[in-house]
């Protein structure tokens, strides 16, 4: 990020820490802490997914009800998840700027607020057409604002234990589907689909609360170094005339950062192109998947309207595991994270299809669970692989920019799937149909590796040459 370099006199290194940009006030990670703080960071970014994606994941439990509520067809219902995907999308966008002229932590709190507005709204509103726009679209915005900025401030907070850090935060995906899934069952239940708007607009405020947590990585370096120095104070008192002046000049130099590259840079490079293409034909069907494992369960097993949401449950317990598991040997030098990704995609896209075929609360689960244990090596994974492929300084863009372009599958993958389920009058017609999306998007990541390693030789020839 661009920031201003500010005059070396005693008056303006007093006023540097007030004056100088947000960005580089997040960004300033010369040493990577690699705990410290970093961990309260991690713990913040866990409640930020837990809210975040165990109230996107869990669109499935709100399907019937807003049918019965607006009196809608399958498409017509698709279009909730889909404008709140597509918010989800706008938000990649919009979180970039945010984060670069507020910081991580103000751009969070700026989200939370969004969603907690956007909820108590949706709960007055009589028509489903302006029910999408606050329940989905402006609710998607807010919970995209608060979610972009929280793995990437991880990045900048740890190096080496990246990996495992971002699959600790991510596991509040699976806690959060664990939870919200059977809560949305009972809130509905038992105080209608507007309370249930109601009580969801007090806790997406709480991620305010989590924002305000994120410290800039700057001030966390400048904290450690001065209780550092405290051990130190005869050495500094010796020296203190000299070591202002350094300081002064240290933090005039930080402040100079090297002219950043343009977004637009991004898209010369064919693995950062394959990447977003895997990911929005991967994630297009994702959706479509998880929006009707809920309805399949209810209309064609005759599961219940309380114990079908359970089976979100299952997934995200067994999910809980496999990110822990994929976060260690996503740390491990030895083991290629991106085929290690593919094939979890494929995995994904196998269980999708058996899926269909179970006839029992029993079978469903187990495919659930199975579906769990490798969810995780997708999730958490994703997003340390782009921070491999891009670098840490276009990392808050980069991922705005595949969060964005993830939106247009998103947003037309449950409607025109729902056309084919109101066709055939059966949830399993999307089932099948997202197991041949989540394929394609499979074969896709394989090729990041055959791009990366593209690039990679290019770079050598250019070296020789």
């Not at 405020?205 to 966390?220: D, E, T, Y």
């Not at 089976?311 to 290690?340: H, P, Q, W, Y």
């Not at 089932?431 to 990679?456: D, M, T, Y």
Request: proline share 4%.
């Amino acid at each position: 990020m661009e920031t201003e370099a500010p005059s070396t006199s005693k008056s303006s290194r007093r006023n540097v820490p007030e004056t100088k940009s947000k960005a580089f006030c997040d960004h300033d990670d010369s040493v990577a802490l690699e705990g410290g703080w970093g961990w309260v960071v991690v713990a913040a970014s866990f409640f930020v997914y837990v809210m975040v994606f165990g109230s996107l994941r869990c669109q499935s439990v709100l399907f019937v009800p807003i049918m019965q509520e607006f009196g809608a067809l399958y498409s017509t219902v698709g279009w909730v998840a889909a404008l709140a995907t597509l918010g989800l999308a706008f938000a990649g966008i919009l979180s970039a700027p945010l984060m670069s002229k507020f910081g991580h932590r103000t751009t969070i709190m700026i989200g939370g607020i969004i969603a907690c507005a956007s909820s108590v709204i949706a709960h007055f509103l009589p028509s489903l057409e302006l029910f999408d726009i606050f329940a989905g679209l402006l609710t998607g915005v807010g919970l995209g604002v608060s979610f972009v900025s929280a793995p990437v401030l991880i990045g900048f907070y740890f190096k080496r234990r990246r990996s495992l850090a971002t699959n600790i935060a991510s596991i509040g995906a699976s806690i959060g589907t664990f939870i919200v899934c059977p809560l949305n069952g009972w809130l509905i239940d038992s105080f209608g689909l507007r309370g249930y708007f109601l009580i969801l607009a007090g806790l997406f405020l709480n991620l305010s609360v989590a924002g305000a947590l994120m410290r800039p990585v700057a001030l966390s370096n400048r904290l450690a170094k001065g209780r550092r120095d405290k051990t130190q104070t005869l050495k500094v008192l010796e020296v203190s005339a000299q070591g202002e002046q350094e300081k002064e000049d240290e933090l005039a130099s930080a402040v100079k950062s090297p002219e950043p590259k343009p977004w637009h840079s991004l898209f010369k490079s064919p693995a950062f192109v394959v990447y977003c293409l895997s990911q929005v034909v991967f994630l297009g069907g994702f959706l479509v998947y998880q929006l009707y494992i809920v309805p399949f369960a209810e209309l064609e097993l005759g599961i219940s309207n309380l114990k079908a949401p359970l089976i979100m449950s299952i997934t995200a317990a067994t999910e809980v595991i496999s990110r822990i598991v994929f976060g260690i040997l996503g740390d491990i030098k030895r083991i290629n994270r991106v085929l290690m990704f593919a094939a979890v995609q494929l995995i994904l896209a196998v269980c999708a299809f058996i899926l269909p075929f179970t006839n029992s609360f029993e079978t469903l689960a187990v495919i659930a669970a199975v579906t769990g244990l490798f969810q995780g090596g997708f999730s958490g994974i994703s997003v340390v692989i782009l921070a491999d492929i891009v670098g840490l300084e276009l990392y808050g863009t980069a991922l705005g920019i595949s969060t964005f372009l993830n939106g247009f599958a998103t947003l037309a993958s449950p409607p025109l799937v729902g056309i084919a389920v109101d066709i055939t009058k059966k949830p399993s017609t999307a089932l099948f149909i997202s197991a041949g999306i989540l394929l394609l998007g499979a074969i896709l990541s394989f090729l990041i590796q055959v791009a990366i390693n593209f690039e990679r030789r290019e770079r050598r020839r250019r070296r020789d040459t």
